[in-house]
Structures are given as C-alpha cells and as structure tokens.
C-alpha cells in the first residue's frame, strides 16, 4: 500500500467516524424529541380521559362545564379558564362556567356577555377555527377581563357543523401555551361536544315542559270554574225566566180585551224572545256539563236511540230520515249520544229548503273508529264557515231558536270520545257531517 | 436532500470506481459537510449536484446515465431496507401506480422533512401507464432507474419512455408499457 492510498483511507475513516458521531447526535436529540413528545401524548390523554371520566352520566350543564374547566386549567397550569355557551337569538356568548378570580363557590361574578364576532372569543366563535395567540398584546382584538393576560387558547365547541360554545383560557406569561395544548384542547373540545350539547338541550326541554304542566294545570282549573260558573248561572237564570213567562200570560190574559193587535203582536215578540232565552240556557246548561267525570258507560244500541230520537223531534211530512245498518252496542253515556245525535238530525231537518227533503244516516266502521256521517239535502254551508261552526254562540242564522251551541256540544262530545268532527258541504246542494268515536 | 441518498451513492461509486473515486469526488466538491454523510442527516442538494458533475468529468459518463445506475443500485437498498413494503403489491405497474399515494406516504412517516418529487397517475391501465413527474431537483433518471429495477424484481419486462414536458427536466412524462 502506497503512501497515497494510505491518505484516502485516513480521509475515508476520519470521514466514517465524524459521520457516526453525527449519527448518535442526530439519534440523541431525535429521542429527547420523542420522549417529550410522548409525555405531551400522556399528559394530553390522561386530561382527555379524566375529563372523559368525570363528565360520564353527568346531565347537567353546569356540572359538565365545571368538570371541563377544573381538568383543563390543572392541564395548562394556568388561573383563568372559561366556557362560553352561544345564544343564537341574540348571537352573544355568554360565560356559564369560569375558574380563576371570577368565580366564588363555581358562581360567576359579574359574568360576560359577549356580541359574536367581537373579541378572539367572538371571533372563533364566528369562524370556527381554534386559535393560540402568544402575545394578545399585538391582537386589536383581545378584549380584557379582570386582568391582563398575554397568552390565550381559544377552541370552538362543535356540534355537527354548529359551534354551540366556547373553551378560553389565558395567561400572563407571553408565549406561554403551545401547539400540543391546543391540539389537546381541540380534543376535548370533540370529546364533550355531544353530552353538553344534550345537556342542554335537556335543560332547554325542562324548562319547557315546566312551563307547560302549569300552564296546562291552569287551564284545567279554570275551565272547571268556569264550567262550574256557567252552571250555576244558567239554573239561576232560568227561574226568573220562568217567573217573567208566567207573569206575561197572566197579564195577556187578564187584559185580552183589552189589548190591541199590535199589543199582542209584541206580547207574541216576547214569548219568543223568553223561548230564545231558554234554549240558550237549556244548550249553555248542556255544554258545561258535558265533562269526562259525568259520562256514565252503558250499552247503547244505537238504532233504536236513533228511532227514538226521529219520533221525539219534530219532522215535517216533506223529510223523510234514512237510517243505514248501525254498529250493535256501543258503550258510551247515553245522555250525551243522544244530544250528539239529536243535534245533528235536527240540524240536517231544519236547514232543508227542497220540496222533498231527505236526511241520510249512515255508518262505517275501521280498526280504531267508530265512523258515522249525517247528509241532508238542504241549503249548504259556505265554505268560509266551516272552520268557526263548531265555536260556541257561532250561529250562521237569525233564526231565534238557534242558540249557536248546538254544534259546540256536537263539538264537545265527540271530543271526549276521542274523535273527530267535520263537515263536506256544497251551498244549495246539501251538508254531510262525519264524526268519528273513539273504539 | 437526506443523507442515505448521500451514503448509498457514494456506496455506489465505491463499488464501481474504487475508494480513491470517492476520495477525489469528494475533494474536488466545495461540500459543506465536507463528504461527512450520515443516512440519518439533511444535507444540501447541491452537493449531490458537484459529486454528479464530478464522478462525469471524472469517468466520462452522462450524469442521466449515472443517475439511472444509482437509481437501479438504490432499488436493491429498499428491498433490502423495505421488503414489506414492496410484499404488499403483486404487480410492478401497480407499485408503481401506488409511489404518490402510499410509498411517498411512508416516506413521509419515517422522514417528515423529506421533499419528494410528485409523480401524478394520468392513467392505468392492464399493461401501460402514464405518470407525470414533478420535482424542482430533476433527477428523472433516478425514476427511470428505480422503475426498471422494480419490473426485474417481478421478473417482468417493460418499455418505459421519457418525455421532457419542461426542458430543464423538472416536468417529466413516463410511459410505461409491460411487455
């Protein structure tokens, strides 16, 4: 081996050498990379985990939050953490849960209300997109709470596709988080979306329904009052009646002779005005004692009620009733089935304007209903009414027999049979009404 | 440009030329590392540049030819380093087809600063296809190179063509055709 071979492999060895040194330098700074690397995994997963722990069977919003910002201000060793919730009808951010200075005993004093848009809080929670700042010191649009803080995360709470809240912690210190922390926070930020936005939606629907069984309780107590009242009123209203009634006659016919025809024209007037009354009474009387407590269940073999009720009314020879094949028995109170019907018959009978007038009863029956329908051939109902006649004093004639209540006691009672009411008609032709029982 | 492509070309040249052509290339380069390469390390391109322009100045060989031997050499360095890697496919066109979207996804994972020229699938068909090649170093040879080697690890033939898109030779089109 000559001289110059020898150098080149000087060279070459002293080359091999410094390039191993390099190596182990390069693998030495690669595993304290990855070391710290893996105890920023540890220590993200064990604040996902912890939070993930804590938060599990929780349903109250409050509680999650808290949960939430105690396990990230420990994570991030840092005083001020806070969750905000968004109100989308008055688009501002409002603070329901905070740790730090500005919070006694987990209550917030004097907490912030933010417009969305506003501040880095408000603006991630317009974009969406999680942000680190290092010195808020050169961001416009750091908005200060109790003190100055230079460094802040701020992380959207997402909930398929719209941000429900928002994680925001501060520091002091510039530069003080890092990239894995806001990674970490983003993760949990995924992690407790679906359970606080189901906590709150469960609020929501508490709060609501709340609301409602009272409103509901409130109803039901007035209407028995008034039901009640209206009971009382009518009874009491219906002996004077009776009392100015007798007393007219009495004074007709004390002074027949003395009357003149058109005196006695008024004295007929007031008969019938008194008549008008009384019905209105009798139907007002009907309808606030139609009530679930007064029904009394029997066997009602409705043919027959149907005959019964076609003999007791009045018909003129011009009408003729049809009544189709009927169910066998049903068990209902016999009392309200017959007004039900009567009213309707009656109501087929009184609007009929043909020469030949007839009324048709028919029934049919499905799985859950019961299915009956009365058609006359009368004058017809315009359209623009059908919504209104069922409302009580809804009388569509000046007739002074027609109390406008019939068809709300109609109205009522299939009502607390479960069913349904309603009407076809065209004007001129004639009406159908069907109305359904509950089996 | 990362350092096993430093270390394995100078195997290379080891090899072919001898200790002593390694030994002049690398005096005669203005190397920054000063030829101390590590398979592990970054280092600049440009030095692969002057140790191309001189191992040519020095054997005569185009550097396109010399850049397809290494690139023939290297296949042997992944199957040798990555032989799962190329386990999972069954034909050398799909291999191929698949550089983009999973070899260089690989890459990336044990290397995250790699840069890596794209190499864009116009079409695949049975037996041809078409890439686009992209890379700001050129180095199409290597390509070519590290393709013919990859029919032979099948045992299969091909006839693959180069063309230029971009005169510089940083926009290349192979066609492949199994034959």
Request: net charge negative; charged share 25%; proline share 2%.
């Amino acid at each position: 081996m000559n001289h110059s071979e020898i150098d080149i492999l000087k060279r070459a060895l002293k080359r091999e050498k410094l390039a191993r040194k390099n190596a182990e330098k390069i693998l030495e700074e690669k595993s304290a990379e990855l070391y710290h690397l893996s105890s920023r995994l540890k220590e993200s997963n064990f604040v996902i985990n912890n939070i993930a722990k804590s938060i599990l069977g929780k349903t109250n919003y409050y509680d999650i939050a808290w949960e939430i910002l105690i396990n990230i201000a420990n994570y991030l060793d840092t005083e001020d953490c806070v969750i905000y919730l968004i109100n989308e009808e008055t688009n501002s951010m409002e603070q329901i849960a905070a740790y730090g200075s500005k919070v006694k005993d987990k209550e917030i004093l004097n907490p912030l209300v933010i417009p969305i848009g506003e501040g880095i809080v408000g603006s991630v929670a317009k974009s969406g997109i999680p942000e680190l700042i290092h010195d808020t010191s050169k961001d416009s649009r750091y908005i200060k709470d109790i003190e100055y803080n230079y460094s802040e995360i701020t992380v959207p709470i997402v909930v398929e596709g719209h941000i429900i809240g928002i994680i925001d912690s501060e520091h002091p210190e510039k530069y003080f988080f890092n990239e894995g922390q806001l990674v970490t926070l983003i993760n949990i930020s995924r992690v407790i979306a679906m359970q606080l936005n189901n906590a709150i939606s469960l609020e929501k629907r508490k709060e609501a329904e709340g609301k409602y069984i009272k409103i509901n309780k409130e109803l039901a107590k007035k209407n028995e009052a008034l039901e009640e009242y209206a009971h009382i009123v009518s009874h009491d209203l219906k002996s004077p009646l009776r009392s100015i009634s007798a007393l007219l006659s009495w004074i007709k016919e004390d002074n027949e002779e003395l009357l003149n025809d058109s005196s006695k024209i008024y004295f007929d007037n007031i008969d019938k005005s008194l008549e008008h009354m009384e019905n209105l009474i009798s139907d007002v009387l009907i309808y606030s004692s139609i009530s679930f407590e007064q029904i009394k269940f029997t066997s009602i073999d409705i043919k027959k009620l149907l005959n019964e009720i076609v003999e007791y009314i009045f018909v003129p020879e011009h009408i003729t009733i049809q009544i189709g094949a009927m169910p066998p028995q049903i068990k209902a109170d016999y009392t309200q089935f017959k007004q039900l019907f009567q009213n309707l018959i009656t109501n087929a009978v009184k609007f009929i304007d043909k020469d030949e007038g007839k009324v048709k009863i028919l029934y049919e029956s499905d799985e859950l209903f019961y299915k009956f329908s009365i058609s006359d051939n009368g004058i017809g109902i315009d359209e623009k009414y059908h919504h209104k006649i069922f409302n009580v004093f809804q009388s569509l004639t000046k007739d002074t027999k027609s109390s406008g209540i019939g068809l709300s006691i109609v109205n009522k009672i299939v009502n607390l049979y479960g069913g349904k009411i309603w009407l076809e008609s065209k004007l001129g032709e004639g009406t159908t009404f069907f109305f359904t029982i509950k089996k | 440009m990362k350092g096993i492509v430093f270390t394995e070309f100078l195997e290379l040249v080891e090899q072919k030329f001898g200790l002593e052509m390694v030994d002049r290339i690398i005096t005669q380069s203005d190397l920054g590392s000063k030829g101390i390469y590590t398979a592990i390390g970054t280092y600049e391109f440009s030095e692969m540049l002057q140790l191309l322009q001189n191992l040519h100045d020095n054997t005569g060989i185009e550097i396109d030819d010399l850049l397809r031997i290494y690139g023939e050499f290297f296949f042997s360095v992944l199957e040798s380093n990555y032989g799962q890697l190329i386990a999972k496919y069954s034909s050398p066109l799909e291999m191929l087809a698949s550089i983009e979207k999973h070899i260089h996804v690989e890459v990336q994972k044990i290397y995250p600063d790699a840069s890596l020229p794209t190499f864009d699938v116009v079409s695949l068909k049975d037996n041809s296809l078409e890439m686009i090649y992209k890379s700001d170093k050129a180095m199409h040879h290597f390509g070519l190179g590290l393709m013919t080697k990859t029919f032979e690890h099948f045992d299969k033939k091909a006839n693959i063509i180069l063309e230029k898109i971009k005169p510089d030779g940083t926009e290349v089109r192979f066609l492949i055709e199994e034959i």
